[in-house]
């Protein structure tokens, strides 16, 4: 079992930064990818970012350049730095993670609220 809690979100101009936080507990094999995915309201989840604990990256092509998804293995903590905010990018924010590619994602956070103001 893995514990996810993520931190960071809130109200931001468009244009602005965010970076989001989400640190992991409970079984360390089950974080070896961690990612987020987001929902907007009225709108389906979709996936925003992952990242193995190799450090392989793979991103949407709607946050693509604008978004960096990193790690710290140590910490078991990862983060989504969130550059060059849109309106569209308004959602709840939340972090997940899984123990092989096969089966992310797997373990859910509770979420984040980011808003980005036109």
């Known amino acids: 079992q893995v514990q996810l809690v993520e931190s960071g979100g809130g109200l931001v101009q468009a244009g602005g930064s965010l970076r989001l936080s989400c640190a992991a507990s409970g079984s360390f094999s089950g974080t070896n990818y961690m990612g987020w995915y987001r929902q907007a309201p009225g709108k389906q989840r979709e996936f925003v970012a992952r990242i193995s604990r190799a450090g392989t990256t793979s991103y949407s092509e709607s946050v693509k350049g604008r978004f960096t998804i990193s790690k710290d293995n140590a910490m078991n903590t990862g983060y989504l730095q969130m550059n060059n905010l849109k309106p569209d990018d308004t959602a709840v924010y939340y972090c997940?993670?899984?123990?092989?590619?096969?089966?992310?994602?797997?373990?859910w956070g509770q979420g984040t609220q980011v808003t980005v103001s036109s």
């Open positions: 997940n993670s899984a123990g092989t590619l096969a089966s992310y994602p797997l373990y």
